[in-house]
């Protein structure tokens, strides 16, 4: 057994957190830091030095050599570039280590190697990356030692975004203008802040290393290419809760342990629906610093699986035929006195700010579903939303019984009288305790639903960053909050409570359709949906478009997020994305296919025939075998002809140039030859001789873990 030891005394050990700056930093400096935390005041480059001079100070002493800034490009990585903290020898040939706040505040990586999308031709190279003081630094230990790591945003020479965390950063600010102005009229005098707080849901796969790394597909696109289902899968529902293993448990141990000590508040595990599959969730925090964790969460979960001789899949579909990984966003706008505006209380109907709230929101999620559905585009979620796999692709919002019931009363009568009221739980046993249940049940198959006091947005991929599923949610609540103050501020002389009802009547009845309470997995809801008018956007490639429509141009460049050139740069960038994860796919494919497969058949066809050859010379019928070889060189011969006929494709798409069209070849031909080749090698490793097989097969993969 490892040691053990108190959360409370490692939590947050290794960040420059609130009272590390409260005690190492003067009075003074420290009230100005927070100002500009807390109120976005900007700071002077005497007091950054100050800060960064303490800061280093605390990071030496945690055995800190180098500092870096940490930043997320487009990537959907996170990149840094380490600097020591040593400054040019001093004549007595020793050194001194230093970090000025011009260090602190400013970087300058070369831009050029980041996509841009257009928006910088190569010899413009210039980018800055700028401290993100609302996002405290940390010191990462790992193989390099410790290294002090400073959150920052990137951006270009003439200051347009290059990353995620920039537009980000910028939607909290309209949310929170926007929200305390709505806020305001209700009342609300006290609130300075309101902050979209997020709670991130990561699902993931362990899988051994060794068995890792005898699958080409694994390495190069994180998930598999080739693979037949074992006898058994997850119909059992055995391994959702399950007891969680040994070897699991102490990986799990380690990654909490590193979590706390950089901060991350890691709350609940739990095995998954898959075999092999896994959760973790922090509880959540402000966007900016839910996102900065989640990419923690993703580096740590693979770092210590390293260690624990397995690999962490964080693909969205790493296997056909079970479950893939999400991540689920759960968002919700806090006050900084404490006050979720999201929370419904007992009396909902009675609650008009909730409810104009809620009322924007379905408007909001209404009017930019395809919005919202590109927010969780990327190349792995192809294969979940709207393909073999839930949630799918179709935005709609779950509400339960008991918030419906009251939208519903001010759609037919302008004004809502009653709740529907919570009911004890009954088991039928005296021994346990009785409890009121929630308001509503759950709904599992909705991908965006209310759950109590938060929306939880589940269409997320779990190896996607999700600061763009946040950009979208808080501009477009911005965007709806402010029409609604337009309405509210125009005419002051009328009864307030009156132009509320209204507005909630109005807009519940306006966007009433996007509200769906049942079955999301459901055949019958695609059909359905598609009367109703809502969007059905099946792939990556047809989402992207919504990116640069001009009402989302218009909405991102009234709330200040995006400029339409930032917006254009970013479709182009996803387009590329696209492109270059299918060729790496279709690429891996033929290399496996070639190299592996398809000579490991030939030999075993061979020795089929030698046993045919064999067994007639004895005199014996040798039917079975004959008719084994027939049918193992059919699919061989199926094999190579779809092989053949992916590489023509994939050298055609190769070379055309980048951007749309080439995007959209890759997903109308070339994903289905991909799929074409797949389908007679999976059907070989059913009918191959499990010796004979190059590779591990699913059921070593996930039940050998
Ligand atoms: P679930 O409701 O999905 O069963 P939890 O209650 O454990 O799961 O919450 C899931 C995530 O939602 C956690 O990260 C949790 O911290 C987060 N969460 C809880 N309340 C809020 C809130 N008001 N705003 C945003 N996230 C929240
Ligand atoms: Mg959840």
């Known amino acids: 057994m490892g040691e053990t030891f108190n959360v409370a005394d490692i939590f947050g050990e290794d960040v420059f957190n609130d009272s590390a700056m409260q005690e190492r930093l003067p009075k003074k400096v420290y009230k100005d830091l927070k100002r500009t935390i807390e109120e976005g005041k900007e700071l002077d480059l005497a007091t950054a030095d100050v800060i960064a001079h303490e800061m280093k100070e605390w990071a030496i002493e945690k055995g800190a050599t180098h500092y870096t800034h940490w930043f997320q490009p487009l990537t959907g990585f996170t990149a840094e570039k380490h600097d020591s903290f040593i400054s040019a020898p001093l004549e007595s040939g020793k050194v001194l280590m230093s970090f000025s706040g011009k260090e602190l505040i400013k970087g300058e990586p070369d831009a050029s190697s980041f996509p841009s999308g257009g928006l910088r031709a190569t010899f413009e190279a210039r980018g800055y990356t700028a401290w993100d003081c609302t996002s405290p630094a940390f010191v990462r230990h790992d193989a390099a030692g410790a290294t002090l790591c400073i959150p920052t945003a990137f951006c270009s020479y003439g200051g347009e975004a290059l990353d995620q965390k920039t537009p980000l950063l910028r939607s909290m600010e309209a949310i929170n203008e926007q929200a305390l102005r709505l806020i305001r009229l209700f009342g609300n005098t006290t609130s300075k802040k309101v902050t979209p707080s997020v709670g991130i849901e990561q699902e993931y796969f362990l899988v051994d290393a060794q068995k890792f790394l005898e699958r080409k597909d694994l390495i190069y696109a994180g998930r598999t290419l080739f693979g037949a289902m074992p006898p058994k899968g997850q119909e059992l529902d055995d391994h959702y809760f399950g007891t969680i293993r040994q070897r699991i448990a102490g990986f799990m141990k380690d990654v909490n342990e590193e979590l706390w000590r950089v901060g991350v508040s890691s709350k609940t595990q739990h095995n998954e629906v898959a075999p092999a599959q896994h959760e973790l969730a922090p509880i959540y925090a402000p966007a900016n610093v839910a996102v900065d964790h989640n990419h923690l969460v993703m580096q740590t979960l693979k770092r210590v699986a390293s260690r624990h001789g397995m690999k962490c899949l964080l693909h969205e579909k790493p296997f056909a035929g079970v479950n893939g990984s999400g991540k689920h966003n759960n968002w919700s706008l806090i006050t900084d006195d404490g006050k979720n505006l999201l929370n419904p209380g007992k009396t909902p109907h009675e609650n008009n700010q909730f409810l104009l709230i809620l009322a924007c929101i379905l408007k909001a999620v209404d009017e930019h579903a395809a ?26 919002v779950f509400l339960g019984d008991q918030l419906e019931d009251v939208i519903e009363q001010f759609i037919d009568k302008g004004e809502a009288t009653h709740s529907i009221e919570r009911k004890k739980l009954e088991t039928g046993v005296k021994t346990i305790p009785e409890f009121s249940k929630d308001a509503t049940d759950r709904n599992r198959t909705s991908p965006f639903a209310f759950t109590g006091n938060k929306f939880e947005f589940r269409m997320a991929g779990s190896r996607d960053s999700v600061a763009g599923a946040n950009v979208v949610l808080n501009t477009i609540v911005a965007e709806a909050f402010a029409e609604a103050c337009e309405y509210l501020e125009k005419d002051r002389n009328r009864d307030f409570e009156l132009v509320v009802h209204e507005l909630i009547k109005k807009y519940a009845t306006k966007h009433k359709e996007i509200i769906f309470n049942g079955n999301g997995y459901d055949d019958e809801w695609v059909k359905k949906a598609e009367e109703k008018g809502l969007p059905n956007i099946r792939s990556m490639v047809e989402a992207i478009p919504a990116l640069v429509s001009e009402k989302s141009i218009k909405m991102f ?5 995006f400029t339409k050139v930032e917006l254009e740069s970013r479709a182009e960038i996803k387009y590329e994305n696209y492109a270059k994860a299918i060729n790496i796919e279709a690429r891996t494919m033929i290399d496996m296919a070639s190299k592996q497969f398809i000579p490991a058949v030939i030999k075993y066809t061979k ?12 005199g014996a019928d040798a039917s079975v075998q004959s008719e084994a070889l027939a049918e193992v060189t059919g699919y061989l011969a199926e094999a190579k002809k779809a092989n053949d006929a992916l590489i023509e494709l994939t050298d055609k798409a190769s070379a055309m140039g980048e951007g749309k069209d080439r995007a959209e070849f890759y997903h109308s031909q070339v994903v289905p030859a991909m799929e074409a080749l797949r389908a007679p090698v999976d059907r070989l490793e059913m009918i191959v001789d499990k010796e004979a097989w190059p590779m591990p097969s699913y059921g070593d993969l996930l039940f050998e873990v």
Not at 378 to 393: I, K, S
């Open 371 to 396: 919005l919202l559905r590109e927010s969780a585009a990327d190349p792995g979620n192809d294969h979940r939303l709207g393909a073999d796999e839930a949630p799918p692709a179709i935005i709609s």
């Open 557 to 561: 460049k009234d709330f200040k997020v």
């Open 607 to 618: 020795t089929l025939a030698d046993t045919v050859i064999a067994v007639k010379a004895a």
